[in-house]
């Protein structure tokens, strides 16, 4: 699925869709899940991703965003759905600072335009603002997205071979980062017993 080039990264805007949004917007979700998933993206999917199933997924993320368990925000330009990311929150009693981010999707025709940048940008800022700390993440060993992260600042912990699978069936090696949102968070200790 081909799409139009965008204008300049000055023409893009980043901001979150609520649970309504999102399930009003889940056909425009899914374009940009397919056209990703038919570039060959390792993103979970295997080809041929149905819309059937690329729909199902959309709403089961606006049903995340609903119960507040994730943040899911949308690049667009001129209204148009060109790339969209989420922050997805540990819920472990442990992890209360930790959030994953995941499914960081850019149209082929909107990459190299800086929205994948914005997008990460983003996700940090709506990280901080959920009070979270610390984020991880995983991507394709020599992606494009694993040379993004690591210019953005993420530290690389390392590389797992095999890890995942192509839409096609080959195994791809997976990087994995985190970032430090702030210092050491004011955690209190449990009294001791």
């Given at each position: 699925?081909?799409?139009?080039?965008?204008?300049?990264?000055?023409?893009?805007?980043?901001?979150?869709?609520?649970?309504?949004?999102?399930?009003?917007?889940?056909?425009?979700?899914?374009?940009?899940?397919?056209?990703?998933?038919?570039?060959?993206?390792?993103?979970?999917?295997?080809?041929?991703?149905?819309?059937?199933?690329?729909?199902?997924?959309?709403?089961?993320?606006?049903?995340?965003?609903?119960?507040?368990?994730?943040?899911?925000?949308?690049?667009?330009?001129?209204?148009r759905l060109v790339g969209t990311v989420q922050v997805v929150f540990a819920w472990p009693e442990n992890q209360p600072h930790r959030g994953d981010v995941a499914k960081m999707l850019v149209a082929r025709a909107a990459r190299r335009r800086g929205v994948g940048e914005r997008l990460m940008r983003a996700a940090e800022?709506?990280?901080?603002?959920?009070?979270?700390?610390?984020?991880?993440?995983?991507?394709?060993?020599?992606?494009?997205?694993?040379?993004?992260?690591a210019r953005l600042g993420w530290v690389r912990v390392g590389s797992v071979p095999d890890y995942a699978l192509w839409p096609d069936g080959r195994p791809c090696a997976t990087t994995f980062f985190y970032r430090q949102l702030a210092p050491t968070p004011p955690w209190t200790t449990p009294p001791a017993s």
């Open positions: 699925m081909a799409t139009a080039p965008v204008p300049a990264p000055a023409d893009v805007n980043v901001r979150a869709l609520d649970a309504a949004e999102a399930r009003a917007r889940v056909a425009e979700l899914s374009d940009v899940l397919l056209d990703c998933v038919e570039g060959g993206a390792s993103v979970s999917f295997m080809a041929p991703l149905t819309r059937a199933r690329a729909d199902a997924f959309w709403h089961g993320v606006a049903d995340g965003v609903e119960a507040a368990d994730r943040v899911l925000l949308a690049a667009e330009d001129g209204g800022d709506a990280a901080r603002a959920a009070g979270r700390t610390l984020l991880v993440l995983d991507t394709v060993t020599g992606s494009d997205a694993e040379r993004l992260y």
